[in-house]
């Protein structure tokens, strides 16, 4: 490990809680929380450095949540499953504290990605250590959670910026689908319904995601109306092709909506912006979406460009070793910097997530040189 890659892991262990829960930013009090969908990349990332153990507890902590919302999941599967009408507020929650409970505030709670995502890894965990034990213990949790995604992925929810609830998301079709293959080869009882529900979920990808072969930011339902927002750009998008692999990497859809995120969100010699609308702190460049678009160069073969994303991100940190959300240099709209930062504050750092893509970049470099 280089010096930063060390640090990154030293930062990201020592803000694992003792319940196994990893803490989104220390230092930001809106991100003293824990998501399952940054926790399970802080999660794969620490594991790719050795850290069996650290993994091993966010998965049973990850378990622990969902046995705690059981009834949730079970009433919100049965109203799906009998036709009857369900409220955002009844779908599971997606923002928990440390010890893995829900806040009841007014944050934008249903998002299913991060559950599709928390099903990816654990599957990334177990291809590589046959963790049986593990396995037998979380199954019940493991189970309930693949069937509330069969049962809710055609629900229109919040994307992965906690947006736009009255659309569906790609990005989170990508990491559903995703998790559910994931546990095909250990649920052997749910293989054909997790069979279906892939196949389905590709097939609603193909007819209404896609424009010109390239797949689109969100696609409104019912009275929602398609915008140059809808069918833009956004830089989830990469998930589908890694790590989630909806469509390969070298793929037409790959290529044409990777070229679009390079012309529309990738400042020259710079990061990535979440969209080109954002205003969330002005829309700066995001540090761990600079990791991802170089994630995909690093897998897809392009490794000279994966190598300048990550010695950009490497220039970024503090003198402290630490990487925030974003870099505040080149801003979309600085008309809204001062906005957020009264409401919430200075821009979140360390971000745990900035650091785990950091990880996973600087591994998917040494793999595919």
């Known amino acids: 490990m280089n010096a930063l890659e060390q640090r ?119 291809q590589r250590t046959e963790d049986t034990p593990l396995m037998d213990e979380i199954r019940p949790a493991v189970v309930l959670t693949v069937r509330y995604l069969i049962a809710s992925w055609q629900t229109p929810c919040y994307d992965c910026w906690e947006e736009h609830l009255s659309y569906i998301h790609p990005y989170t079709l990508g990491a559903i689908s995703a998790g559910l293959g994931a546990m095909c080869p250990y649920l052997p009882e749910l293989a054909t319904e997790i069979e279906q529900a892939i196949q389905a979920i590709g097939l609603w990808l193909n007819e209404h995601a896609l424009r010109d072969e390239q797949v689109i930011k969100m696609i409104p339902i019912g009275a929602e109306q ?28 790959a290529q044409t909506t990777i070229a679009r995120i390079e012309q529309d969100i990738h400042f020259p010699g710079g990061g990535v912006y979440r ?70 504050g200075k821009n979140a750092s360390p971000l745990l997530w900035s650091h785990a893509m950091l990880i996973i970049l600087t591994e998917a470099l040494k793999k595919n040189s």
């Open 226 to 253: 398609e915008s140059p927002k809808s069918y833009g750009v956004d830089a989830s998008l990469i998930g589908l092709f890694v790590p989630y692999g909806i469509y390969a990497p070298s793929s037409a859809v």
């Open 8 to 126: 990154s892991l030293e930062i990201i262990l020592q803000n694992q809680a003792p319940t196994g829960a990893f803490v989104a930013c220390p230092t930001f009090e809106t991100y003293q929380y824990c998501w399952f969908r940054d926790g399970a990349f802080i999660a794969h990332a620490a594991f790719l450095l050795g850290e069996r153990e650290s993994i091993r507890r966010f998965e049973l902590w990850c378990a622990g949540v969902v046995e705690r919302y059981r009834p949730v999941a079970e009433r919100v599967i049965g109203m799906l499953s009998a036709g009857k009408p369900v409220g955002e507020r009844d779908f599971l929650p997606t923002r928990f504290t440390l010890e893995g409970v829900s806040v009841e505030d007014n944050w934008t709670n249903f998002q299913l990605d991060g559950y599709g995502t928390w099903l990816w890894g654990l599957g990334e965990y177990l």
């Open 275 to 344: 969209y080109p609308q954002d205003t969330y702190y002005g829309g700066g460049e995001w540090l761990l979406l600079a990791c991802w678009l170089g994630w995909y160069y690093a897998e897809n073969g392009q490794h000279e460009k994966a190598a300048d994303l990550l010695k950009w991100v490497e220039s970024q940190a503090d003198t402290q070793g630490q990487l925030s959300e974003q870099v505040l240099d080149h801003l979309l709209d600085p008309d809204y910097l001062e906005e957020w930062e009264q409401r919430w």
